[in-house]
């Protein structure tokens, strides 16, 4: 795919030349040379030209064989999916170890073919540890911000599990906080009234599974969409339940949710303890889950961060400022 060519050129001048065959110069550099130009955000310190089919750099030796094995991830992650975008170089480019970056479904494991064939996979480090999480335990927690997919990838992982018939149904829910005791004054009956506190959940799963199917599931109570309080009193079987927006439960509905896991179940629960809608005073239950679970066997906790955002460029850039925002309060 490509032939890497790096001369140490002599006294004080190092010198590294990579030659790209059988790639595309033009998408692998961006329009109007933008992956180049984020590249030398990266390496300010290299002198980086793209000229041709090939890339030339030029500085300290070190920096260069730092520069080569990154540019090599890059390579091989273009020669496998055949795209670059930014969020992808930034994720190389800040993944502490290739390891961090290539872990074992780095190799492009599909999760789910999902509707139009669209492949669902793990698209980031932390990802791919979620889903390595949820093969060794039952129960995992994912918390991180908005944006990094861990109720999206949790949805393929709850698919994946229903097709290969390792669960006879899923469960979805999520506490509806924001409706409050306004429910009553919203038009229509109780799910039309809940539905859009549901909604990241159908949109998942609108991405998995043709529409006729995702009606006739959820008609037939295979998947199950409902608030948190619907859990009440029941023992949940040979399901994948996911409980999102887990920030935002009490320690009773907390507690009340974890005594629900019944014979082959996986519960996986996400949530972003920097978006906390509870009246103030408080305790999350998920937090509090999080200390009084964190040296269980069995529970599996990710934490994924801003290098694991797959929505918009800027969405990374909003979570930055308003951390360093709180970091000063």
């Known amino acids: 795919m490509y032939s890497i060519y790096s001369t140490k050129k002599k006294q004080h001048l190092n010198e590294l030349i990579i030659e790209l065959e059988e790639v595309s110069p033009k998408e692998f550099f961006g329009a109007q040379n933008a992956n180049i130009i984020l590249l030398k955000k990266y390496f300010p310190k290299l002198k980086i030209v793209a000229r041709g089919n090939k890339i030339k750099a030029y500085g300290d030796e070190e920096l260069l064989e730092e520069f080569d094995r990154r540019l090599t991830m890059l390579m091989n992650h273009f020669g496998k999916y055949n795209k670059l975008d930014e969020n992808v170089i930034e994720r190389v480019l800040t993944s502490q170890s290739s390891d961090d970056y290539k872990t074992s479904d780095a190799s492009g494991e599909v999760l789910v073919h999902g509707v139009g064939g669209k492949l669902i996979k793990a698209q ?102 409902a608030p948190l309080a619907f859990m009440r009193g029941r023992t949940l079987d040979n399901a994948f339940v996911i409980l ?75 979570i930055a400022a308003y951390k360093n925002i709180e970091n000063r309060d």
């Open 124 to 225: 980031s480090a932390n990802q791919r540890k979620l889903v390595e999480s949820m093969r060794k335990n039952d129960m995992v927690f994912a918390i991180g911000p908005a944006g990094t997919g861990k109720t999206y990838t949790g949805v393929a992982l709850a698919v994946k599990a229903l097709k290969n018939k390792e669960v006879k149904r899923i469960i979805l829910t999520r506490p509806a906080v924001e409706a409050g005791e306004n429910l009553g004054f919203l038009p229509g009956d109780l799910k039309e009234k809940l539905d859009p506190y549901m909604q990241p959940l159908y949109d998942a799963l609108r991405d998995m599974i043709p529409a006729e199917k995702l009606d006739s599931y959820i008609e037939k109570g295979v998947i199950q969409i």
């Open 244 to 318: 999102d927006e887990g920030q935002n439960t009490t320690h009773a509905q907390m507690k009340m949710f974890l005594t629900r896991m019944g014979k082959s179940a996986k519960f996986l629960l996400t949530g972003d303890p920097g978006q906390i809608d509870l009246p103030r005073r408080t305790i999350s239950g998920l937090k509090e889950a999080l200390l009084i679970l964190k040296n269980v066997d069995g529970v599996g906790m990710i934490f994924l961060d801003d290098k694991d955002v797959i929505r918009h460029k800027l969405v990374k850039k909003v």
